[in-house]
């Protein structure tokens, strides 16, 4: 039995949770609305305050879409009241990022500097000179915005320049040694 799966949703005040024909689920709050379609096999009820996801029948795909579901659901709730956030650092010699407007402007050793637009629904907010922070209340667009962000630099193995996440520890290895 999925462990996850079985586990209900709790939705706190302040939170409407509303659940149409092909399982599509609008999920309102104080931070905005999120509203996705989830797998039609899976079946999902209001039980009082709490939503309840169950399966048909014990097939591996249809466990593994349980767990999935419900962890889907929980991210749309916890996303209107709390909403997500990464954090990513920017490090080396003269590598900076800066903001105005809705563009962030990311120098990153290039010829040229890079330039992102915040798309819809996420906001980046600049920490200094060298934290950004991603925020949002969709889980899916924050962690993938902030994968592009870090793309455009990762981070070496060798001097750790490069944009990382703030809880990611980056491998480093040793350079080349003289020949005596």
Same mark, same amino acid.
């Given at each position: #039995?999925?462990?996850? *799966?079985?586990?209900?949703? %709790?939705?706190?005040?302040?939170?409407?949770?509303?659940?149409?024909?092909?399982? +599509?689920?609008?999920?309102?709050?104080?931070? *905005?609305?999120?509203?996705? !379609?989830?797998? %039609?096999? #899976?079946?999902?009820?209001?039980?009082?305050?709490?939503?309840? !996801?169950?399966?048909?029948?014990?097939?591996? +795909? #249809?466990?593994?879409?349980?767990?999935?579901?419900?962890?889907?659901?929980?991210?749309?709730?916890?996303?209107?009241?709390?909403?997500?956030?990464?954090?990513?650092?920017?490090? *080396?010699? *003269?590598? $900076?990022?800066?903001?105005?407007?809705? +563009?962030?402007?990311?120098?990153?050793?290039?010829?040229?500097?890079?330039?992102m637009e915040d798309?819809?629904?996420?906001?980046? !907010? #600049?920490?200094?000179?060298?934290?950004?922070?991603?925020?949002?209340?969709?889980?899916?667009? !924050?962690?993938?915005?902030?994968?592009?962000?870090r793309d455009k $630099?990762?981070?070496?193995?060798?001097?750790?320049?490069?944009?990382?996440?703030?809880?990611?520890?980056?491998? $480093?290895?040793?350079? +080349?040694?003289?020949?005596?």
């Amino acid at each position: #039995m999925s462990r996850i *799966g079985r586990m209900p949703i %709790a939705v706190p005040a302040g939170v409407t949770v509303e659940i149409a024909e092909n399982n +599509k689920v609008t999920v309102k709050g104080p931070k *905005g609305t999120l509203e996705r !379609v989830l797998p %039609a096999e #899976m079946e999902i009820k209001m039980e009082g305050t709490e939503i309840v !996801v169950s399966r048909p029948n014990d097939l591996k +795909k #249809m466990k593994s879409l349980h767990g999935l579901t419900r962890t889907l659901i929980n991210n749309m709730v916890v996303g209107v009241t709390q909403g997500y956030e990464k954090k990513l650092e920017v490090n *080396g010699v *003269g590598y $900076r990022a800066a903001k105005s407007g809705n +563009k962030l402007t990311l120098s990153l050793g290039y010829s040229h500097p890079v330039e992102m637009e915040d798309p819809e629904g996420i906001e980046t !907010v #600049m920490e200094g000179q060298n934290i950004i922070i991603v925020k949002g209340i969709d889980k899916e667009k !924050v962690g993938q915005f902030a994968a592009e962000i870090r793309d455009k $630099r990762r981070p070496e193995p060798y001097k750790g320049k490069g944009i990382k996440y703030a809880d990611e520890t980056i491998r $480093r290895k040793v350079g +080349k040694t003289g020949k005596k």
